[in-house]
């Protein structure tokens, strides 16, 4: 099956042309960012082209254990360079933060400026032994690749780990919202970036940013079939620069291997329920919630009288293997007031495999990029309650433009909490009413055609053939 194709090449061993050019890939150190990138490189592999991966020895293995449907350290894989850098601060998430932008990461952040020298010496080595490196790097690591890029045969390409939406609205503010005829691309109340970042990380952001304009071009884990008209955007807005923008996504597998006994549980719970009744939970890897936000949410998942599988846990620590983390403390009773209903799922949940499930009919997610990718893929409705930094802006998507889900917390209103009644109402609406059932049908449209354009002749499959078609030239 052509679909399947480009997840089962193996790369082949001699000397190919494609071989002479090697990819390295710089991810950031955060799951969402690391993940991305992890997936990218097994898409790269397929094309018989060697990638290297680099980071820190904890985050190259933290993206290693958490990769769903494919083993990246299968035989003739990909080259982790697994480096050691000094020991950095790692704090636990506080619930009671204003701003929910994870700011006991930044320590791990900072750290990534550690890679620069080793970065550099890998990018050297390489460079005097194949004919072309290929540097993609996330847009958070522009410094850390600011000297392997002035290398004679070095080409650098920045990841976005964002939508093309929210890149391509960035330059619409900053050229005063009228470069566009077409307006309906952004809505005029698109929401600001209050309360997205805190000024610490904005600092660090506004530094990467600064190598930006010494890279080839962009690429992004979307598809045209979603973004396409942000992608014309993008592409006309650096035409004169010569940078190309490709939309190589879905990075993540589009169709699902066998269960493995690990991830057992939550699917065989949802194969005893029917389909489209069970609402997927979960605000991912940099989201923790306090004591009173979660038993609103309890409450309101119970009231709904929908089914549902709650991944609960607090945000990553920056290195995610040390020590333990708080376990959230549910009203008391409650897993048993919700056995056959509600399933709570503490540690790790397989995301993929429980969107892919039929009896999976919605996503209540914090809309992160990584996870509003999976859902479209799996062709599951979304009921967004953003967080922070690009969360605000994947809800307009998702919800206005794309049409495939519904707003659980309006941004304005993001100090309030939300209550057991919003919350039931909003999964109600999403799972049990007619404007649900167009929306999921919307989504299940819409996850059919970006499976397919993965597949020979289709328009991500195409992308991808270009862009390897560019670096190997
Ligand atoms: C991160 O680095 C910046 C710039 O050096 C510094 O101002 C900031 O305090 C650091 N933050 C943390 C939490 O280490
Ligand atoms: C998303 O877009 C906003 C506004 O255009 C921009 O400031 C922000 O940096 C972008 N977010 C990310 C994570 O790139």
Request: glycine share 6%; net charge negative; proline share 5%.
């Given at each position: ?8 090449h ?13 990819v ?68 636990p998430?506080?619930p ?12 791990a ?138 939309a ?22 949802l ?16 989201t ?9 949410l ?30 959230a ?55 967004a309650?953003p ?87």
């Amino acid at each position: 099956m052509a679909m399947a194709n480009q997840q089962q090449h193996q790369p082949c061993h001699g000397i190919t042309e494609q071989a002479q050019v090697v990819v390295v890939m710089v991810p950031f150190p955060a799951q969402g960012h690391l993940n991305q990138l992890l997936q990218l490189s097994r898409l790269v592999l397929s094309y018989n082209i060697r990638v290297h991966y680099v980071g820190a020895t904890t985050h190259n293995r933290q993206a290693k254990q958490r990769v769903h449907g494919w083993d990246p350290d299968a035989a003739a894989s990909i080259h982790f360079h697994d480096i050691e850098i000094p020991p950095f601060h790692c704090p636990p998430p506080n619930p009671n933060a204003k701003i929910k932008f994870p700011s006991h990461l930044q320590p791990a952040f900072n750290a990534s400026s550690h890679l620069t020298e080793p970065v550099s010496m890998l990018v050297r080595a390489l460079s005097g032994k194949a004919r072309k490196i290929v540097v993609i790097h996330d847009s958070l690591m522009g410094s850390v690749i600011q000297e392997a890029r002035l290398l004679p045969n070095v080409e650098s390409y920045i990841f976005h780990s964002v939508s093309a939406f929210n890149v391509s609205s960035h330059a619409w503010e900053q050229q005063g919202k009228n470069i566009i005829e077409d307006s309906e691309l952004f809505p005029q109340d698109i929401p600001s970036l209050e309360g997205c970042f805190t000024a610490d990380f904005a600092d660090f952001f506004a530094r990467q940013s600064n190598y930006q304009k010494f890279n080839t071009g962009c690429v992004y884990n979307t598809c045209k079939l979603v973004e396409g008209a942000y992608m014309d955007l993008l592409e006309k807005e650096t035409a004169e620069e010569g940078i190309k923008h490709w939309a190589l996504g879905p990075f993540n597998p589009v169709t699902i291997p066998e269960r493995s006994e690990k991830k057992r549980f939550c699917l065989d719970w949802l194969d005893k329920h029917a389909r489209n009744s069970v609402i997927y939970v979960s605000f991912g890897t940099t989201t923790t919630l306090d004591d009173e936000q979660i038993k609103e949410l309890a409450i309101g998942l119970r009231e709904s009288k929908q089914k549902f599988i709650w991944a609960l846990r607090d945000a990553d620590k920056g290195d995610v293997f040390s020590g333990e983390e708080r376990s959230a403390e549910l009203p008391e009773g409650y897993e048993d007031s919700v056995d056959g209903i509600g399933l709570v799922v503490r540690n790790w949940a397989p995301q993929l495999e429980i969107l892919a499930h039929p009896a999976t009919g919605g996503f209540m997610s914090h809309c992160g990029w990584n996870s509003c990718m999976e859902s479209i893929t799996m062709g599951v409705p979304i009921a967004a309650w953003p967080m922070h930094s690009d969360q605000p802006r994947n809800t307009v998507l998702i919800t206005k433009i794309l049409k495939i889900g519904v707003v659980v917390k309006e941004w304005e209103l993001r100090d309030e909490i939300v209550t057991s009644k919003i919350v039931e109402s909003a999964v109600k609406r999403l799972m049990a009413s007619t404007e649900g059932d167009e929306m999921r049908r919307r989504a299940a449209e819409m996850g059919e055609s970006v499976r397919g354009s993965v597949a020979e002749g289709g328009v991500s499959r195409m992308e991808m053939e270009s862009f390897v078609a560019h670096i190997t030239s």
